[in-house]
């Protein structure tokens, strides 16, 4: 019954997933909530969805500005390489950190604030000297202040 459920909930927002960030979005905050059913969904939808991209869609893509040829391929790595009862159910500490590391890489490529924030609270949240350089390249204020208020809790 939820599969049926969290597919029809895929279908009807399937607009939301022109943008790699809502993709990471849900599938960060269906890990979050441990909700497998939606997760599944996702993965299902989005690889389906990849099966079927050609170039005339990767160039309306483009157009609308919502093609990040970079942030996809993280996004198809995170969606396809990690089990989802590694990643929650049963977290091994690597896969974890990876999965939200990944789910940041795109949160910040794509400058989505609130999925920033959201991942910069999750307990196995990291950052490399990279990103860390990277804010300090783009002004991130917010960000910077957020990161060192952690790395102080630590």
């Not at 029809?8 to 399937?14: A, L, M, P, V």
């Not at 909700?35 to 050609?54: M, P, R």
């Not at 991942?119 to 990279?130: A, C, G, P, T």
């Amino acid at each position: 019954m939820n599969e049926t459920i969290a597919s029809q909930t895929i279908e009807d927002y399937k607009y939301l997933l022109d943008h790699v960030d809502n993709k990471c979005a849900i599938a960060y905050f269906a890990c979050l909530n441990r909700n497998h059913s939606f997760y599944f969904a996702l993965k299902e939808t989005v690889i389906e969805d990849e099966k079927e991209l050609d170039d005339d869609k990767i160039l309306q893509k483009m157009r609308r500005g919502s093609y990040y040829p970079h942030l996809e391929k993280v996004f198809m790595s995170m969606i396809t390489r990690y089990d989802f009862m590694s990643v929650v159910m049963y977290p091994e500490l690597r896969n974890r950190r990876e999965f939200v590391h990944d789910c940041w890489l795109i949160a910040k490529g794509a400058e989505n604030e609130d999925l920033k924030m959201a991942i910069s609270e999750d307990k196995y949240f990291y950052l490399f000297r990279n990103d860390l350089l990277e804010l300090l390249k783009t002004n991130d204020e917010t960000m910077i202040t957020q990161v060192l208020e952690c790395e102080c809790k630590l």
